[in-house]
């Protein structure tokens, strides 16, 4: 969902996320906050990137279940795990408004 806003997506939780792009065009969608900066996505490496995502995710995320090791690695445990914990953290999904029901007399 939030990848498709950015015209990406994934279709696994590991070689989709190795190159660590994927995970910065996500933290942006759900917490822009900490990617104001358009610098995070001129980073040319994929160690580079890695190592964002991870100093990124320590900001928020106090017991990172993850290194830039298995993002580089591809670790879909690990990847997986990650993702659970930052859409615990913010999911990002602005709930929208319902509709008043009218409850009509019989």
Request: aromatic share 10%; no cysteine.
């Amino acid at each position: 969902f939030h990848l498709e806003k950015s015209g990406n997506s994934i279709s696994n939780f590991s070689a989709d996320l190795k190159d660590g792009k994927k995970y910065l065009l996500l933290l942006k969608e759900i917490i822009p906050e900490y990617l104001q900066d358009e610098k995070y996505f001129q980073l040319e490496s994929d160690q580079e990137r890695a190592e964002t995502v991870f100093k990124l995710g320590l900001k928020f995320l106090p017991h990172l279940p993850l290194t830039p090791a298995d993002i580089l690695q591809g670790n879909a445990r690990m990847n997986l795990l990650f993702l659970a914990e930052i859409f615990q953290y913010r999911h990002g999904i602005v709930p929208q408004k319902a509709e008043p029901v009218k409850i009509e007399e019989l």
